[in-house]
């Protein structure tokens, strides 16, 4: 059964940065696209970062976009997050999707949150 754990979350200040890394496992026949996103309270589910696991293709959410990267070790079968320049708007519960399938662009997947598994989170505070 695929399974997606996500790590890396904690409490930093503003300007600060962290990594999140997703590990996904039981992909027996892998994954095609895998992306991240985040939940406030009150606020909509945000895609925050997503990639295609075939050709390498990102999207970025305007709010983040020059401030996080995302990248991907396959061999570990592993997604990470570098956040950088943090803002207390990015403190949120990050979690991690994967997609077997993909019918859209990465972009319109990642925007809409077209993903089949998710994991249960990470939670990323941004504070003085």
């Known amino acids: 059964q695929p399974h997606l754990v996500e790590s890396g979350g904690g409490l930093v200040q503003p300007g600060g940065s962290l990594r999140l890394s997703c590990a996904a496992s039981g992909f027996t026949s892998g994954f095609y696209a895998i992306g991240w996103f985040r939940q406030a309270p009150g606020k909509e589910r945000e895609g925050v970062s997503c990639?295609?696991?075939?050709?390498?293709?990102?999207y970025y959410a305007d709010s983040v976009k020059g401030r996080f990267t995302i990248s991907r070790d396959s061999a570990r079968n592993t997604v990470y997050l570098q956040m950088n320049s943090l803002r207390p708007a990015d403190t949120a519960l990050y979690l991690c999707?994967?997609?077997?399938?993909?019918?859209?662009?990465?972009?319109?997947?990642?925007?809409?949150?077209?993903?089949?598994?998710w994991g249960q989170g990470t939670q990323v505070t941004v504070s003085s």
């Open positions: 999707a994967a997609a077997s399938r993909v019918g859209a662009t990465v972009r319109a997947m990642c925007i809409r949150g077209d993903y089949d598994y």
């Open positions: 990639s295609s696991s075939s050709d390498g293709s990102t």
